[in-house]
């Protein structure tokens, strides 16, 4: 299994560019299920979880082309509606297929998915839309077994809580539903107005993404687009981040700093300070060390729960005293006992953490569990006192393009190791 090794204690400076969204690129990929013709897709990432969903869409009959970070996905015709296991249980995107499926051939068997190893994560939500807009659901050994005996039909759907999974899924299948669906507590993330401005495109009626209420008027039929993945706002951050721990100057292109929400607000708290340019920001740290900074994780615009290890591996070595609470999953402070080897002070109890920050790590051997968690390991490794020895690092490629060469271009120790 590779190893990433990591001297740290450099202060980094240059060019990082942004790679598409791999929380858009996912989902919109899954949309090619629901045209005949060719979506062609620009700026999507190549990480593992988009190779996995490959994958799985080419074993339902998109035929699939491409390089450079161009993708065309084309389902003239859908070759077997049965998601399997293997090819489910590594990424829980991948069980978004279920409700494209359903709408455009009637029947779907998809397994259960699996996903990072950050809590439980159900997908009742999702199967409760789906049930409100007709869809008859049963579940049998690890199978979602679906069928639409009259086609989907347009409901109005509440949501208890704020999930972006369920929100895109019920959006993606409305498209093609008889009538109209009402979404009502709706995710607003950017993602959720990527994947709407590319279903529009295929002439989906969709009005009220990005915000709480989405609505959706049903259509025959969808065509083929071509459509640009919007920049990774969890990659932006994770680099901005990255200065906290570092040092130095790192200018971001091809990004947006307004895609950060709550982020940016916490970030110049910390002590960042970015500036705007036309084609990204630039972001540096204001003093020797952070401030610490209290955050609670939030649906969006509030802080991003894929940001939170982030922010931690910044609050470790910051002045004072910073509290984290984590709303969104259970298990995901995974990371701090990992930046604890490494002479972190972190206390944990149940979604709350309180860091007492240090003046600097020190390089150990750690263990990456998931992948933002990951990150949060080469940020520490990247900011200590010699060698850092990041195991399991096979999680940082399901969503960070070119890790290794993007920050040794700015001047970081990094290389990765094959045993
Ligand atoms: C997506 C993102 C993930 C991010 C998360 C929250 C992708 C591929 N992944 O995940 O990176 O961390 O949003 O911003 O886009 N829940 C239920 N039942 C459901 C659905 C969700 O209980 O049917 C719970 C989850 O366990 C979690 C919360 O709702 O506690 C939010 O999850 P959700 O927003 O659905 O996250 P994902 O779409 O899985």
Redesign the pocket.
């Known amino acids: 299994m590779d190893k990433l090794a990591i001297i740290g204690g450099r202060e980094l400076y240059g060019d990082i560019p942004i790679s598409g969204a791999?929380?858009s690129a996912?989902?919109i990929m899954v949309a090619a299920l629901l045209t005949d013709e060719p979506l062609a897709l620009k700026n999507v990432p190549e990480l593992a979880d988009v190779a996995m969903l490959k994958k799985l869409l080419a074993q339902h009959g998109v035929q699939l082309s491409g390089q450079d970070n161009q993708l065309t996905l084309h389902t003239k015709n859908i070759t077997s509606t049965i998601a399997p296991y293997d090819l489910v249980r590594k990424m829980?995107?991948s069980f978004n297929v279920l409700g494209p499926l359903l709408a455009r051939e009637g029947n779907a068997k998809v397994s259960l998915p699996g996903?990072c190893a950050i809590?439980?994560?159900?997908?009742?939500?999702?199967?409760k839309a789906l049930t409100a807009m007709g869809a008859q659901i049963d579940l049998e050994d690890g199978y979602v077994i679906a069928s639409t005996p009259n086609g989907l039909t347009g409901a109005s759907i509440s949501f208890p809580?704020?999930?972006?999974?369920?929100t895109?899924h019920t959006m993606m299948a409305a498209c093609l539903a008889k009538g109209q669906t009402v979404l009502k507590n709706a995710?607003r993330?950017p993602?959720i107005i990527d994947l709407a401005q590319c279903l529009i495109k295929m002439g989906a009626k969709i009005d009220g993404a990005g915000t709480s209420t989405i609505t959706i008027d049903g259509v025959d039929r969808l065509n083929g687009t071509t459509h640009q993945i919007l920049p990774d706002r969890?990659e932006t951050g994770a680099y901005a981040m990255l200065v906290g721990a570092t040092g130095g100057e790192l200018r971001l292109r091809d990004t947006d700093i307004t895609l950060l929400g709550a982020a940016q607000g916490s970030m110049e708290e910390a002590g960042l300070i970015i500036t705007p340019h036309d084609d990204g920001f630039s972001v540096r740290r204001e003093g020797e060390r952070c401030r610490a900074v209290n955050i609670v994780t939030e649906?969006?615009p509030g802080f991003?729960?894929?940001l939170q290890a982030s922010f931690m591996a910044m609050m470790v070595t910051a002045e004072g005293t910073s509290t984290i609470k984590e709303t969104?999953?259970?298990n995901r402070y995974m990371h701090a006992p990992e930046l604890s080897r490494m002479g972190a002070k972190i206390s944990v109890d149940g979604q709350n953490a309180t860091v007492t920050g240090v003046s600097r790590l020190k390089g150990a051997p750690v263990m990456a569990t998931d992948l933002?968690a990951s990150m949060s390991l080469v940020m520490a490794g990247l900011g200590a006192e010699g060698q850092t020895m990041i195991n399991r690092v096979y999680h940082l490629y399901r969503g960070f393009e070119r890790l290794e060469q993007k920050l040794s271009n700015c001047g970081a120790l990094i290389k990765r190791v094959s045993e």
């Open positions: 791999k929380n996912l989902k829980r995107a996903g809590g439980s994560r159900p997908v009742d939500l999702h199967l809580f704020v999930s972006v999974g369920a895109e995710a993330e993602e969890i649906p969006y991003p729960t894929d969104i999953f259970e933002r």
